[in-house]
């Protein structure tokens, strides 16, 4: 039971990246999914949260207004659009599962089913 992040890539500032969450051995329709990202050196950071049903999601400070998260349960994944990446998004990205997003924090330690991560570099 895990989840598998994919679509990064080396990307120049400012430009666009879509990254997607898919799962294995589970659905993920009954899950809240968040997304988060670890840059070398720096503790692991909580992006953006999407509820099970999509109709509740939730951004950090840092991402809002330029990621937007969206799910398909009926191809059973979930998406990250990036858009006007900075050099300080380069770092690898992961998604994982919860019961629920949090309005006030993203926080890893609410989620599980990690997998592998996906690296997203951003040139200036």
């Known amino acids: 039971v895990q989840l598998q992040a994919s679509g990064g890539g080396l990307v120049q500032a400012e430009g666009s990246l879509r990254l997607s969450c898919a799962a294995s051995?589970?659905?993920?329709?009954?899950?809240?999914i968040g997304w988060f990202r670890q840059a070398p050196g720096k503790e692991r950071e909580g992006l953006s949260c999407?509820?099970?049903?999509?109709?509740?999601?939730y951004y950090a400070d840092s991402v809002k207004g330029r990621f937007t998260i969206s799910r398909n349960n009926a191809k059973n994944t979930v998406y990250l659009q990036m858009n006007s990446l900075k050099p300080g998004d380069t770092a690898v990205y992961y998604c994982?599962?919860?019961?629920?997003?949090?309005?006030?924090?993203?926080?890893?330690?609410?989620?599980?089913?990690w997998g592998q991560g996906t690296l997203v570099t951003v040139s200036s």
């Open positions: 994982a599962a919860g019961v629920g997003c949090i309005a006030t924090t993203i926080y890893h330690g609410d989620f599980g089913s």
């Open positions: 051995g589970f659905t993920l329709d009954y899950y809240a």
């Open positions: 999407i509820s099970s049903s999509g109709g509740s999601t």
